[in-house]
Structure formats: C-alpha cells, structure tokens
C-alpha cells in the first residue's frame, strides 16, 4: 500500500482547457478553510480558455502551453513538466483538461495526477458523459474523481458523488446538477490528500 501524498498543505497546479468553474470552487475551498492547499499554477493548452483569465485575477501563475508550437506530445509535456517542477508542485489537478494525458507526465507524476468525471464511473467514460447517461435511460449519475491512468477515464476510484436523473432531464440540466456536486467534492478529495489520508492498494483507494 502506497501513500499519495504526506500531510501539510497541499501545492497544487491546475491543468485546464475552458471555463474553470471546478478551478474557482477549489479557489473557494481553499479561501474558505475547506481546504489546506495552495493553487500554485494553471496551466492551458487553450490560448482563450476562460480559466487563465480567472487564474490572473486570483494573481495566480498561469501559461499557456499549446500542442501545436512542439513537435510531438512527448516534447509538449515535457515543457509542462519543467514548469510543474519549477514550482514544485504535489499533485496535479485536471479539471477540464481536453487532453489524454501521455507518457511522460504521467511517468514523471505517477498517481500524482488526479481528474474530475461527470459520470459514475466506470459508466459513460469519455467525452459528453451526461449526454450519455440521458440517452442510456439511467436513474442515477453523478461525479466521479479518480487517479489519471493510461486508460481513459479508467483509473482508480477516489470518491464519488450521485445526482438523480429526473425524467426531463437534457444533457444541459443533468450537467448543471452534476457540476454543482463536482464543485463540492473535488475540494473534499483534495482535503483528504491534504491530510495524507489517501493510499493506494493495487487499483483500490484506501481512505484512512
Ligand atoms: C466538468 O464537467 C468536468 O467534470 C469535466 O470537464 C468539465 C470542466 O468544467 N472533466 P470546468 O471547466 O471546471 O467548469
């Protein structure tokens, strides 16, 4: 059994592609004192995502890394990595990352990347979850926050929230319901790392 991270407060870096509504209420927590952490950096791959503009208003360190200015994705994540390195960052939080993550960052970051999913995972993995769960006819969806594994939407479970799909429902107003639970649990899974109280046995997360 591996344990994540040690207690004390967390630094983290954000790594988003568009709006950043999961990047405030973890900005919230942290400003609340739900949560022991410090946003260190934001990083995107989208030049207009709206998150880097919310990250200079909070004055927190923010770039712009895009896919395209380096020759492949090995070279595009290692300049990801220099920079979370540079500021020595703990875990690294996707929230709203548009993008598989490869090999390097997931070699240099193992079990150190985490990822939010709105949907009960191992159910509606991939893009448009909500749209999925609608069309599918399932009762419950919900949120799911895991470990970012080489699969997609695949690695390990570290806590999860349910929302009731009601009979009109559209992909719109499920995903609106879901978002405001994944604003809740996201900032309580990082709690947990920031208490050193989440460990890793084989895919199985073990909550102490
Ligand atoms: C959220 O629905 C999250 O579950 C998914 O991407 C969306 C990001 O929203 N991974 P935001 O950019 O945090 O508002």
Redesign the pocket.
């Known amino acids: 059994m591996i344990r994540i991270t040690e207690p004390g407060r967390l630094r983290l870096a954000v790594l988003?592609s568009?709006?950043?509504?999961?990047?405030t209420a973890i900005c919230q927590a942290i400003d609340e004192g739900r949560l022991d952490a410090e946003i260190v950096v934001v990083i995107s791959d989208k030049k207009e995502a709206p998150?880097l503009e919310k990250a200079r208003n909070r004055n927190i360190d923010h770039y712009h890394i895009a896919l395209q200015d380096y020759p492949d994705k090995a070279a595009y994540e290692q300049e990801i990595i220099k920079k979370l390195q540079a500021y020595d960052i703990q875990l690294v939080v996707?929230?709203?990352y548009m993008r598989l993550v490869g090999k390097e960052l997931l070699e240099t970051y193992k079990w150190k990347i985490i990822?939010?999913?709105?949907a009960l995972l191992p159910a509606f993995p991939g893009l448009d979850a909500q749209q999925q769960a609608v069309d599918y006819g399932v009762r419950f969806s919900g949120?799911t926050v895991h470990f970012v594994d080489d699969g997609v939407d695949s690695g390990p479970i570290i806590l999860q929230r349910v929302v009731e799909v009601l009979p009109d429902d559209t992909a719109d107003t499920l995903?609106e319901r879901?978002?405001q639970q994944?604003h809740q649990v996201y900032a309580e899974a990082l709690q947990l790392f920031a208490e050193g109280k989440v460990y890793l046995k084989q895919r199985k997360v073990v909550i102490k």
């Open positions: 988003a568009g709006r950043g509504s999961n990047f998150v996707l929230a709203g990822n939010i999913h709105p949120c995903s879901i978002l994944e």
